[in-house]
């Protein structure tokens, strides 16, 4: 029994490490925040030298990347609306764009974060950042309120026990911990309305 706690204990002390570098990662790396200024984009007009093709790359392990190709006249690279962008992108109105038509884009190297036409964005890239970020905060807060229980468990040396009607039952850390877990998560799923579970290659408003 005792060999088993101390099993029990080694698997928090691994799940309290892990839950740190999860929480230290998301909050407190300066590259998760959120950022919807768009003051380092570059921003150009071109004209569209065909219509944008709808394409799709396999990563193995890591999934499926969709993406929207893009050339302009002038220009022999190839850009791409990838990523969050690409799932918040107004498809039906995009469909309709065709080669010859002039364009706004704001950038990063080749890929587009906003792309207008006649001053309608097809992209909503404040949507899209926003929602990158809410899904790290997400993950950070999920894990936050089982660093606790993790670091409980490690005071005791033997099995804690309680009593009910007379009899003695081991405290279910395991249990406990799942409940902590799913609790969480529904509590964060109504403190954040704008959080929206994102699904390879599809669409969003």
């Known amino acids: 029994m005792y060999n088993e706690w101390l099993e029990t204990k080694k698997q928090f ?6 839950s740190s570098i999860i929480v230290f990662a998301s909050l407190i790396w300066p590259g998760n925040k959120i950022d919807t ?7 150009e007009t071109v004209i569209l030298q065909s219509k944008p093709f709808f394409d799709q790359e396999s990563h193995g392990k890591s999934g499926t990347e969709h993406f929207v190709k893009l050339n302009f006249v002038g220009d022999k690279r190839e850009y791409r609306i990838t990523g969050i ?6 498809y039906e109105d995009f469909i309709q764009i065709n080669s010859g038509d002039t364009l706004e884009i704001a950038r990063t190297s080749n890929e587009i974060h906003c792309l207008s036409k006649n001053g309608f964005n097809y992209l909503n890239y404040a ?11 997400f993950i950070a807060y999920l894990f936050i309120p089982n660093i606790p229980l993790c670091i409980i468990v490690q005071f005791f040396k033997k099995r804690p026990y309680y009593k009910f009607n007379n009899k003695s039952y081991a405290i279910p850390f395991d249990i406990i911990a799942i409940i902590i877990f799913i609790t969480t998560m529904i ?6 309305p704008d959080f929206q579970v994102i699904t390879n290659g599809e669409f969003y408003k």
Do not use: P
Not at 13 to 18: M, N, S, Y
Not at 187 to 192: A, D, G, Q, R, V
């Open 127 to 137: 949507k899209a950042e926003t929602n990158r970020g809410l899904v790290v905060y």
């Open 37 to 43: 200024s768009q003051e380092d984009f570059i921003r």
């Open 85 to 90: 962008d690409y799932n918040f992108l107004r």
């Open 187 to 192: 509590i964060l799923c109504f403190n954040m």
């Open 13 to 18: 002390r691994t799940g309290l490490i892990a």
